[in-house]
């Protein structure tokens, strides 16, 4: 069974740092993608950053380029999302997902195209944990 569970949210002041971690089980890395997710409130969901495993390659929203970095942290064996310089508009809950089943639950395709690279990514991913709650004070 597809698992992911979120940690390491909290409050942190604007211009602060967090460290997310995404912990998996019931599926191995190497053959799909892991993204990071948010959601504001009175906002819709969006792909905050992707990894995806097949080729190696990652993935950031532009609001968020050099400032946040996933990767593939060996120590805790997590999907680790480090996010410096944080802002009010970075608040809200994280969601890790993967892409092993579709959001209409069919399994992935291994000549699919690149989840990371879909402009519908909600609909590539069909596997998520419960969110951690991030909240930056002003």
């Known amino acids: 069974q597809v698992q992911l569970v979120e940690s390491g949210g909290g409050l942190v002041e604007n211009g602060g740092s967090l460290k997310l971690s995404c912990t998996t089980s019931?599926?191995?890395?190497?053959?799909?993608?892991i993204a990071w997710f948010r959601q504001g409130p009175g906002k819709e969901r969006e792909a905050v950053s992707c990894?995806?495993?097949?080729?190696?390659?990652?993935h950031y929203v532009d609001s968020v380029k050099g400032r946040f970095t996933i990767f593939r942290d060996r120590v805790a064996n997590t999907i680790a999302l480090q996010m410096n310089d944080l802002k009010t508009e970075d608040a809200g809950v994280y969601y890790c997902a993967t892409d092993v089943f579709d959001a209409a639950g069919f399994p992935r395709r291994r000549d699919a195209a690149n989840s990371c690279e879909r402009r519908d990514s909600l609909a590539a991913f069909g596997s998520w944990g419960r969110g951690t709650q991030v909240t930056v004070s002003s």
């Open positions: 990894i995806n495993f097949i080729d190696g390659s990652t």
């Open positions: 019931g599926f191995h890395w190497n053959y799909y993608a």
